[in-house]
């Protein structure tokens, strides 16, 4: 079966400090990996994705996001965060090889950057 | 460009009513979709539309009916709303159903009573 997880309700970091969203997934056959961040009020917006590649991809607003195929992970990151990234993050993954429109979205991370 | 564009923002229903959600992209994509978000649960997607022309079920289509009514426009009918159905609605569209990021309108914040 197909399924995403953001084990992390919220995550807390001071500004100018590194930060990390995590997102683990599992498909049977090859994932397509995004990430969207939704701002209070908003629709998501589209920071980046993994299709095939290059393990590392870089997106809007400074952030990346590293493909692991053995540990299943699409972790979000950023080297030094802003209060204004502050907002709620979504990972959402699609089964590649599945032939049918599947995209399951995870519960969302709330990041709050500490001025 | 607008990009996608929903309405209404807000509704309040009681028990009962009919309405339908209007949704609109400029960007000239091909697949569109309807979601819903519920605290603690994320989105799901009520259905979709991969092409002009076609629409499918997508995880939690009870309750809801779509018409994709020209290349531009996707709209969600509730038929008989239940409290169970509020909920904020985004609709979203993408260039292909495959490989492509979805851009998402504002929202509509339902409130079934």
């Known amino acids: 079966a197909q399924s995403v997880a953001q084990p992390e309700d919220q995550v807390n970091v001071a500004e100018g400090n590194p930060l990390t969203v995590k997102c683990t997934y599992s498909?049977?056959?090859?994932?397509?990996l995004f990430w969207y961040v939704q701002y209070p009020n908003r629709g998501l917006q589209f920071l980046l994705k993994?299709?095939?590649?290059?393990?590392l991809v870089k997106g809007s607003y400074g952030f990346e996001a590293e493909f692991n195929k053995s540990q299943t992970s699409f972790h979000l990151k950023k080297p030094s965060a802003l209060v204004s990234d502050s907002a709620l993050y979504f990972c959402?993954?699609?089964?590649?090889?599945?032939?049918?429109?599947?995209?399951?979205f995870g519960t969302g991370t709330r990041l709050k950057v500490l001025a | 460009n607008a990009g996608v564009t929903q309405t209404p923002k807000f509704q309040v229903l009681k028990t009962g009513q009919s309405m339908t959600l209007q949704c609109a992209q400029d960007?000239?994509?091909?697949?569109m979709y309807w979601y819903r978000q519920d605290p603690g649960m994320g989105l799901r997607l009520i259905y979709y539309?991969?092409?002009?022309?076609?629409?499918d079920k997508g995880e939690v289509p009870n309750g809801y009916n779509v018409s994709r009514l020209n290349k531009r426009e996707f709209s969600l009918r509730l038929e008989s709303a239940a409290p169970s159905q509020t909920s904020v609605y985004f609709c979203a569209s993408s260039q292909a159903w495959e490989a492509y990021e979805q851009y998402f309108g504002p929202g509509t914040r339902l409130t079934v009573t």
């Open positions: 993994y299709i095939t590649g290059d393990n």
């Open positions: 539309s991969a092409s002009e022309g076609t629409t």
């Open positions: 498909v049977s056959g090859n994932p397509y």
């Open positions: 959402a993954v699609r089964d590649a090889t599945s032939g049918t429109y599947k995209y399951i």
């Open positions: 960007m000239n994509h091909n697949s």
